[in-house]
């Protein structure tokens, strides 16, 4: 088939297997056969009930597509139903349970059969799902959100096996009630000795000093101790102060039991181990409400310098912790029942939608955010989010005015700087106020002391690097984005840190190397503007024309009627001859 014959469409593929398959063959190959054979026939008759075709149905799967998402995911409820009837009747050992996937995704068709990266990802979806459940992609889940009766959890991002970029995944919850289970699986709320604070909770155990070596009883002591302090600048963290989690020093416990003692939600447990000039530390994060390991990780070290090493572990730790930490609550908080929200879920579920950098996702960041404070109007993380959200408008046209979404930032920035004058965030959003409106200096005054607060807060070393980049400090703000990416190298803000890399890249000419890190952006977040923008005009720098229109035409879809005299407003350049040169390989590319 030549490329011109090459016929591709966009539809919602089924993918279908029976779970311990290769057992009930060895079992009773007729038997088997038989049950797959008449579990098939229902399956089809369900996929032709809901609009859909079977595509293939080889041995014990079934692959099959519909025009509709919804009715792709309507069908595979309806067959786990109908299936899991079927096998009550059966012996439990000859039961046949089908795991499924749902995917919207790109395929080439060829005839009657379909192929290509949508149906590979669907099959990867199955393959993670449970006996009798469904899991269904991130591209199918923004369809059926708000569309059907049914709870997703959500499973992160998953990378699976000859897929380039992980995949959004949820787990579909078709029974009621099933949601709020899930919550109360291990050590509930009403279990706990204290209430669950409103912001997320930990309690750092002592380190166990595994070395044997009572006079090793300081290092490890020095770590647990550096480590609270440490996670307490994070003002968004509540964290058990050292006098209670000392009290469990040298005694055997139960993750579970320190949580439901001290009346939180997770538990950071460790030890060191010294032998010779070496030292291994491991640590583990722990949500006691369902007893899941968030985050663990080892550490070797020459103990060469022990206060070096002990300052080095914490940072590692600390700056880990962070991210993991709020990925986490993310995730919980997209769980929970929208009917039990607090002021903190609206804030992880906003923090979720604000990360995917999206128009429509940030408007309902922004829907999610004024909740928040409704319940809780002192709640500094609450406003340093919501003048993020306006920035973000700001930058990529997503409002009716950019001036009135400079304001709102500013408004919401002061706010949380009033309530929390000690909060890093706070000051990190008033510094990025500062430079998108065009006050360098006090942009740089505000976003060091932002670091002065909490020196693990990637996100200021980051903004930093930002402000230093459109100032024209390229080296130092290569400096500060490079800190902030090793101190959280999966960050949510990640994004606008590789941007202004390459902004940076631009400033010095280096057109070559801008491409790169615009590539390196689509490739990562395709919705995100700043990368096309940035393609667009190092391409029209270097002459590159029709590869510069093509970027400004996948910008001009996220930015619609963007023109040169918005480009002013949303890059705040400080040096005219670095925004010329910016907005003269944009009208290279076509940009008016």
């Given at each position: 088939?030549?490329?011109?014959?090459?016929?591709?469409?966009?539809t919602?593929?089924?993918?279908?297997?029976?779970?311990?398959?290769?057992r009930?063959?060895?079992?009773?190959?007729?038997?088997t056969?038989h049950t797959?054979n008449?579990?098939?026939e229902?399956?089809?008759?369900?996929i032709q009930h809901?609009?859909?075709?079977?595509?293939?149905?080889?041995?014990?799967?079934?692959l099959?597509?519909?025009?509709?998402?919804?009715?792709?995911?309507?069908?595979?409820?309806e067959?786990?139903?109908?299936?899991?009837?079927?096998?009550?009747?059966?012996?439990?050992?000859?039961?046949?349970e089908?795991?499924?996937?749902?995917?919207?995704?790109?395929?080439?068709e060829e005839?009657?059969?379909?192929?290509?990266?949508?149906v590979?990802?669907?099959?990867r979806l199955?393959?993670?799902?449970?006996a009798?459940?469904?899991?269904?992609?991130?591209?199918?889940?923004?369809h059926?959100?708000?569309?059907?009766?049914?709870?997703?959890?959500?499973?992160?991002?998953?990378?699976?096996?000859?897929?380039?970029?992980?995949?959004r995944?949820?787990?579909?919850?078709?029974?009621?009630?099933?949601v709020?289970?899930?919550?109360?699986?291990?050590?509930s709320?009403?279990?706990?000795a204290?209430?669950?604070?409103?912001?997320p909770?930990?309690?750092v155990?002592p380190?166990?000093?595994?070395?044997?070596?009572?006079?090793?009883?300081?290092?490890?002591?020095?770590?647990?101790?550096?480590?609270?302090?440490?996670?307490?600048?994070?003002?968004?963290f509540?964290?058990?102060?050292?006098?209670?989690?000392?009290t469990?020093?040298?005694k055997?416990?139960?993750?579970?039991?320190?949580?439901?003692?001290?009346?939180?939600?997770y538990?950071?447990?460790?030890?060191?181990?010294?032998?010779?000039?070496?030292?291994?530390?491991?640590?583990?994060?722990?949500?006691?409400t369902?007893?899941?390991?968030?985050?663990?990780?080892?550490y070797?070290?020459?103990?060469?310098?022990?206060?070096?090493?002990?300052?080095?572990?914490?940072?590692?730790?600390?700056?880990?912790?962070?991210p993991?930490?709020?990925s986490?609550?993310?995730?919980?908080?997209?769980?929970?029942?929208?009917?039990?929200?607090d002021?903190?879920?609206?804030?992880?579920?906003?923090a979720?939608?604000?990360s995917?950098?999206?128009?429509?996702?940030?408007?309902?960041?922004q829907?999610?955010?004024?909740?928040?404070?409704?319940?809780?109007?002192?709640?500094a993380?609450?406003?340093?989010?919501?003048?993020?959200t306006?920035l973000?408008?700001?930058?990529?046209?997503?409002?009716?005015?950019?001036?009135?979404s400079?304001?709102?930032a500013?408004?919401a920035?002061?706010?949380?700087?009033?309530i929390?004058?000690?909060?890093?965030?706070a000051?990190?959003a008033?510094?990025?106020?500062?430079l998108?409106?065009?006050?360098?200096?006090?942009?740089?005054?505000?976003?060091?002391?932002?670091?002065?607060?909490?020196?693990s807060?990637?996100?200021?070393?980051?903004?930093?690097?930002?402000?230093?980049?459109?100032?024209?400090?390229?080296?130092?703000?290569?400096?500060?984005?490079?800190?902030?990416?090793?101190?959280?190298?999966?960050?949510?803000?990640?994004?606008?840190?590789?941007?202004?890399?390459?902004l940076?890249?631009f400033?010095?000419?280096?057109?070559?190397?801008?491409?790169?890190?615009?590539?390196?952006?689509?490739?990562?977040?395709?919705?995100?503007?700043g990368?096309?923008?940035?393609?667009?005009?190092?391409?029209?720098q270097?002459?590159?024309?029709?590869?510069?229109?093509?970027?400004?035409?996948?910008?001009?879809?996220?930015?619609?009627?963007?023109?040169?005299?918005?480009?002013?407003?949303?890059v705040?350049?400080?040096?005219?001859?670095?925004?010329?040169?910016?907005?003269?390989?944009?009208?290279?590319?076509?940009?008016?």
């Amino acid at each position: 088939m030549t490329t011109q014959e090459v016929k591709r469409k966009l539809t919602a593929i089924l993918s279908a297997d029976v779970k311990g398959y290769s057992r009930l063959m060895s079992e009773d190959e007729v038997e088997t056969i038989h049950t797959l054979n008449a579990y098939k026939e229902v399956m089809a008759g369900l996929i032709q009930h809901h609009h859909g075709r079977v595509v293939n149905a080889p041995g014990d799967n079934v692959l099959a597509e519909f025009a509709s998402v919804v009715d792709a995911v309507e069908c595979a409820v309806e067959i786990q139903k109908e299936l899991k009837t079927k096998n009550a009747e059966l012996p439990e050992n000859r039961r046949m349970e089908f795991r499924i996937g749902v995917n919207l995704g790109d395929v080439i068709e060829e005839g009657a059969q379909i192929y290509g990266d949508g149906v590979n990802i669907a099959a990867r979806l199955e393959s993670l799902s449970e006996a009798g459940g469904i899991c269904i992609s991130g591209t199918a889940y923004d369809h059926v959100e708000n569309k059907l009766s049914l709870g997703y959890e959500y499973l992160g991002e998953q990378t699976v096996k000859n897929i380039a970029k992980p995949v959004r995944v949820y787990r579909v919850l078709m029974e009621p009630g099933a949601v709020a289970r899930r919550l109360l699986e291990v050590a509930s709320k009403e279990r706990m000795a204290l209430p669950l604070p409103d912001k997320p909770s930990i309690a750092v155990l002592p380190f166990a000093n595994m070395s044997g070596d009572p006079e090793q009883e300081y290092f490890s002591d020095g770590i647990t101790e550096d480590i609270i302090t440490a996670l307490s600048r994070f003002r968004w963290f509540f964290v058990i102060a050292r006098n209670s989690t000392f009290t469990y020093k040298g005694k055997t416990v139960e993750v579970k039991a320190v949580a439901q003692d001290l009346g939180v939600r997770y538990v950071l447990e460790g030890s060191v181990r010294k032998a010779g000039s070496r030292v291994r530390i491991t640590a583990q994060l722990i949500d006691a409400t369902t007893s899941h390991h968030v985050w663990a990780e080892r550490y070797d070290r020459e103990l060469e310098d022990i206060f070096a090493v002990q300052d080095e572990i914490t940072e590692n730790i600390v700056t880990s912790i962070g991210p993991e930490f709020l990925s986490a609550e993310m995730r919980r908080a997209q769980r929970r029942d929208v009917r039990s929200l607090d002021a903190w879920d609206y804030i992880m579920r906003a923090a979720f939608h604000h990360s995917r950098y999206k128009k429509e996702d940030v408007a309902e960041a922004q829907h999610l955010l004024r909740k928040a404070i409704e319940l809780d109007p002192f709640n500094a993380e609450g406003f340093c989010l919501l003048a993020f959200t306006h920035l973000i408008q700001a930058q990529f046209g997503w409002s009716e005015s950019a001036d009135q979404s400079i304001q709102e930032a500013a408004k919401a920035a002061e706010k949380a700087v009033a309530i929390d004058d000690r909060d890093a965030w706070a000051h990190t959003a008033l510094g990025l106020v500062d430079l998108i409106s065009r006050r360098y200096d006090d942009a740089t005054r505000r976003l060091k002391k932002a670091i002065d607060l909490n020196r693990s807060l990637a996100n200021a070393y980051g903004a930093l690097g930002q402000a230093l980049a459109l100032a024209g400090e390229c080296a130092a703000a290569v400096e500060q984005i490079n800190k902030a990416i090793r101190l959280s190298p999966r960050d949510p803000f990640l994004i606008y840190w590789v941007a202004h890399l390459g902004l940076a890249a631009f400033v010095e000419e280096r057109y070559d190397v801008a491409c790169e890190w615009g590539a390196r952006i689509i490739q990562e977040n395709p919705n995100f503007p700043g990368g096309h923008r940035l393609l667009a005009a190092s391409y029209g720098q270097l002459g590159r024309i029709n590869e510069a229109q093509t970027a400004l035409q996948e910008l001009l879809l996220l930015m619609p009627g963007m023109t040169i005299d918005d480009v002013r407003k949303q890059v705040p350049f400080k040096d005219p001859r670095h925004m010329e040169r910016y907005l003269d390989g944009l009208r290279k590319a076509g940009l008016e």
